[in-house]
């Protein structure tokens, strides 16, 4: 999952190629299949990390991330805090979205 994560900022830095990004992705996509009965939150993270290295080669796995993050983080909380704590996942990363989109003015 690490590896996909890195591979996905490495490419966006132009420092990788995608056909790497794109293995990594795979691989983090493996290991979700390979956790999904021990942990669902572990599982989602790691197709979070996948579909971030993803968008290496398709761009619109970038909204799979997202998604993928907020539920992970959801799957962890408390049943009572669940819903305020992906709306909180959510909230962060729209925020840092327009941070990033700002920088390219």
Do not use: C, F, N
Request: hydrophobic share 50%.
């Amino acid at each position: 999952m690490q590896e996909a994560i890195l591979a996905a900022r490495a490419w966006s830095r132009g420092e990788l190629p995608m056909s790497s990004a794109r293995k990594a992705a795979s691989a983090a996509h493996t290991a979700a299949r390979d956790v999904i009965a021990a942990s669902s939150a572990a599982s989602r993270a790691a197709r979070a990390a996948g579909h971030a290295a993803a968008t290496a080669h398709v761009a619109s796995h970038a909204v799979h991330a997202a998604s993928y993050a907020a539920t992970a983080i959801r799957d962890l909380a408390d049943k009572a805090q669940a819903k305020l704590i992906a709306d909180q996942e959510r909230e962060w990363q729209y925020m840092r979205l327009v941070e990033l989109l700002e920088q390219l003015r």
